[in-house]
Structure formats: C-alpha cells, structure tokens
C-alpha cells in the first residue's frame, strides 16, 4: 500500500485513488498508466506514444510531468513518438526509424543540423540552416547573431551561437509589408515557387540567404506571389532553434 501510495503522489492522482478508469479523463488515465508502469520498478520503461490520444495544451502539460518523474526516477527510457516537437523536449538522444531503418541517432541537435540522410531531414522539416558569425548580448533576455550579413533576434543562451535553424513551416510570408515590429522582419525577393499536396515551397532571398517557406494552400492563394516579385518574411523568436 506504501508502494501504491507513493506512486498515486509522484504522478499526482492521489485524490483519484477510489474511482473507476472509466471516471477518468484522458490525462488522467494516462497518470494511472503510469503508475501501474512504474509499479514493478522497471530498468527499462517503453512508453509507445502516450500523449498521442490528448489535446495539445494536455499533452504539453503532461510532457513537463514526464520529464519530472524521470529526473526524479533515472530510469532509462524509450519514448516513441511521431511528433518532433516531443521528441525535442523529451530526449536527451534521438533515434530516427524510418520503415524499419535505423536513419540516425543523435542529440536533438545533432538530429536537427546535421541529418545523415534526406529522409531524417524530411522527417525533420527540411530546415533552414544558417551559419553564425558573431553573438551579441542585446538585453532582455535575447541576443543578436550574425548570419551572412543578415542580424536575426535569437532567445540568449548566454554562449556563442554557431548555427541556427528554421523551418519552412514557421516563417510568415506576405507579399506586403505587414504591420507590427520590425524584429526579424525581412524584405526579400521571390526566386522560385513549387506548389505541392497541401499549399506552396516559396524560396525567397534575402541579401545572401535564400530561406525555404511553406505556406498551407489556402493562404498561398491569396498571397498572389509570382517569381521576382518583392515579398516579406518574419522569422519568430520562439521558433528559431540554436545550436552553440
């Protein structure tokens, strides 16, 4: 009963002790999965894609409580999943299976900056990679990197900054110059479109850096973008990754 107890406190459900599963929410079910996983105090826990049936803000919340119990436990574990942005937070090593093919292993960046095949760069999101030439501190919590004349706005990590990357997903296009701040606010020219499946690969140049957008077929429609016409890219803060 100490053992149930402790384990009902480390996944916090104690107050969930008397009910049914059926009485459960989906997180909560999860937390009980859990529990019963951690009762037999494994050495190895498999946990095959646990968050994969929760909402997004459920499962955001319950990967911070994963990574809780497993600092506090060190148990070595093999966590399964298709969402990269999972597999960021979560690993401390990655392994990219793809039919059945080990592709790569790695740290989550090693994995994101230097993908050993193009299917470990599909899986990851094509990103735009760019080659750092200096880190400044500018205050607030953010710094300034130089990338090939071009000076983007990154999160401060405190060290120098090597190389950052950026998916085509999370730049904004526009073919007017939008409203609002002008951090990582870029004026470029259009060099080539390819429309595929689900929306448009837009390549825009900016000075000497021609960055990859994606844009989801029903927006690209209404940017009305052509080759060489002007076109503006934001490049958000909280999606740009680094690598020191």
Known sequence: KSRVNDLLALTKIEQLADRYPS???????????????????????????????LDARSAKYLRTELKQIHRKLGITTIYVTHNLQEAEEMADRIAVVHEGRLEQTGTP?????????????????????????????A???????????????????????????VLPSDIYISATNPPGPEINHFK????????????????????????????????????????GQEAYIILRIGRIRTYE
């Open 23 to 53: 009485k459960l929410s989906g997180g909560e079910r999860q937390r009980a999965a859990m529990a019963r996983a951690l009762a037999t105090s494994p050495k190895v826990l498999l946990l095959d894609e646990p968050l994969s049936s």
């Open 109 to 137: 960046e090693e994995i994101f900056f230097t993908p050993a095949s193009q299917k470990v760069s599909d899986f990851i999101g094509a990103p735009n990679i760019l080659e750092c030439d200096y880190t400044k501190t």
């Open 139 to 165: 205050g607030q919590g953010v710094a300034e990197v130089g990338c090939s004349g071009l000076s983007i706005i990154v999160a401060d990590t405190g060290r120098p900054i090597r190389k950052l990357a």
């Open 188 to 227: 470029g020219t259009v060099t080539g479109i390819e429309v595929v499946e689900n929306g448009a690969r837009i390549l825009v140049k900016v000075g000497n850096i021609t960055f990859m957008v994606e844009s989801p077929y029903h927006l690209y429609e209404t940017l009305n973008l052509s080759e």
